[in-house]
C-alpha cells in the first residue's frame, strides 16, 4: 500500500543519506526492476559479503526494501509497500538502467549463484 503522505524533513534528510552511498543507490535501482540475492550484490560489487549485508540491513531497516526467505538464502526487493517509495522511485526513475550488471553476471553463470 503506496501512501502519497508528504515526508517530514528528517525522513527526507534520512533516505536522501542512505541513498547518497553509490553501492545503496545502485542496489535500489537494481532491486526496483528485480529480486536479488545477497551472494549476486557480493559478485556484482566485488565486496564481501559482511558489507553487502550491511547495506541491505540499513536499506531494509529503513523500510526500502523487503526480504523474503527461500530455505537459506535470503532475497531482497524494493518494498511498494514503504511509505518511503514514491520518493525512491522519484529518486531514481532517471537513474540508468543497471540491467547490464545482471546479464554480465548470467554470462558468468554468477546470476543466482546461491540456488
Known amino acids: 500500500m503506496q501512501t502519497n503522505e508528504a515526508l517530514d524533513l528528517e525522513t527526507t534528510a534520512n533516505i536522501l543519506k542512505l ?5 545503496r543507490l545502485t542496489m535500489v535501482k537494481i532491486m ?3 529480486e536479488c540475492c545477497v551472494c549476486e ?7 564481501r559479503q559482511p558489507a553487502i549485508s550491511q547495506h541491505l540491513r540499513k536499506l531494509k531497516d529503513s523500510g526500502i526494501v523487503n526480504e523474503a526467505r527461500r530455505g537459506q538464502w535470503i ?4 518494498n511498494p509497500s514503504s511509505s518511503h517509495y ?5 529518486v531514481i526513475k532517471e537513474l540508468p538502467s543497471q540491467n547490464f550488471k545482471l546479464e554480465e553476471l548470467t554470462a558468468q553463470g554468477k546470476r543466482i549463484c546461491c540456488d
Open 19 to 23: 541513498l547518497g552511498d553509490k553501492t
Open 32 to 34: 526496483a526492476e528485480h
Open 41 to 47: 550484490f557480493v559478485a556484482l560489487f566485488e565486496m
Open 75 to 78: 532475497f531482497y526487493s524494493l
Open 86 to 90: 514514491s520518493f525512491t522511485q522519484t
